[in-house]
């Protein structure tokens, strides 16, 4: 019987806790082992996960539809980045009242404090830093976008297909076990119950706010298009549900294109914005991983600098906009940001995992629909100059 990735993650979670409760050290030791050999690894493939994504994505970008491809990512980068600064101004707000005595006074910034070590390391140096890696995937992007090369654009999109099929085949199915093994030695030091007060307030926020950004860009959509905002907002309920089913956009594409229609938006615009905003729009994703980080930050004691969390967004919108279309997909390209702009630990950076991979369907199930009011935005604005420019061409070809 296969189990679903949230499944797995909740029994690694309950699992880790009792083994963490009832054996004894040296069992808790090798758990850390194997925790400490993926965590190396995911420091390892990080760098290798960006250039992967990023590059081929900026180029492929730069060689679209022209105007529809500028106005369709400018709106989804747009999107993300307001979705980022809608969780960091209500994180920033509520959980210093609502985690209030959660903090773990620094301690995972010496988690030796109350975490047990390996029994051995491997070491797995990443090939590059993560900002190396970032200042390269822009370059190679822009550059493939400018001189329309094809050779090393096809070439970044077979190491494309590789990365993806390391994330899919190694690193989301070993993370439940990895999951454990940290939940293992938390509860072993006596930490877990924090870190599950902490889960369980966040995700109530994440989902308040994933209500109230799908509200704010159907608004816009609604007041740009001249309709009505609850009509869009129904009409994308089927959409919302599947995505929640399959916890993939990609997997919804076929009822997202189908409802988006039945909100009126042409055709041509709808088959066009609904497939590219699948990789491109990851709005909920974005909330969940600022309000998960600036969670993590604040049990850890860590100060949360608007200026740091604002270029974090920023940097985010745009990984976003290249984040592998794989269940835990966002999260794993956001591991270099994480690490390189807010200073997260190995520890630090699995509570994230675990933290976002526990709602990712919710998550999946905002990026989707909020895909139908981008579809709703891009028709309004650019939808009827596409219909006269198409009756020109055929007008010239008669």
């Not at 180029?59 to 993300?80: D, H, N, P, Q």
Request: aromatic fraction near 8%.
């Amino acid at each position: 019987m296969k189990i679903g990735l949230l499944p797995r993650l909740i029994i690694a979670i309950i699992l880790g806790i009792v083994a963490g409760l009832l054996l004894p050290q040296w069992w808790i030791q090798l758990f850390a082992t194997f925790s400490g050999m993926l965590g190396n690894f995911l420091s390892f493939i990080v760098p290798l996960i960006i250039i992967a994504f990023i590059a081929p994505g900026i180029g492929e970008l730069g060689k679209g539809a022209g105007k529809l491809v500028g106005l369709t990512t400018t709106l989804a980068y747009a999107s993300s980045v307001f979705a980022g600064l809608l969780a960091f101004a209500t994180g920033n707000y509520l959980f210093p009242k609502i985690l209030e005595g959660g903090s773990m006074n620094g301690n995972f910034e010496n988690p030796e404090e109350f975490l047990q070590s390996p029994l051995f390391q491997v070491d797995m140096p990443p090939v590059m830093g993560v900002m190396t890696a970032l200042i390269l995937s822009f370059i190679l992007g822009l550059g493939l976008a400018a001189v329309q090369g094809d050779t090393l654009q096809r070439g970044l999109e077979d190491f494309r297909a590789i990365i993806e099929k390391v994330i899919q085949y190694v690193i989301i199915p070993l993370l439940p076990v990895h999951i454990f093994g940290v939940f293992a030695n938390m509860t072993y030091g006596g930490q877990v119950a924090t870190i599950m007060a902490t889960f369980i307030k966040v995700f109530a926020l994440i989902i308040v706010l994933h209500l109230v950004m799908l509200t704010l860009q159907y608004s816009a959509a609604a007041f740009a298009s001249k309709r009505n905002v609850i009509s869009l907002l129904k009409t994308m309920v089927p959409a919302y549900f599947t995505a929640l089913g399959t916890q993939s956009s990609t997997s919804t594409i076929p009822v997202t294109l189908d409802q988006t229609k039945k909100n009126k938006v042409r055709d041509k615009v709808a088959e066009f914005v609904v497939p590219l905003c699948a990789n491109i729009h990851l709005s909920g994703s974005t909330i969940t991983i600022v309000s998960c980080a600036m969670a993590v930050m604040f049990v850890n004691g860590m100060a949360m600098e608007p200026t740091t969390i604002i270029q974090f967004i920023l940097a985010l919108g745009l990984t976003m906009i290249a984040a592998p279309g794989v269940p835990g997909g966002a999260v794993i390209a956001a591991l270099g940001l994480l690490q390189s702009i807010l200073g997260f630990s190995e520890t630090m950076t699995t509570l994230m995992i675990a933290l976002y991979l526990a709602q990712d369907s919710f998550g999946t199930a905002t990026n989707v629909t909020g895909d139908g009011a981008i579809s709703v935005l891009v028709d309004a604005i650019f939808g009827e100059k596409m219909e006269t420019e198409a009756e020109q061409q055929e007008h010239v070809s008669a």
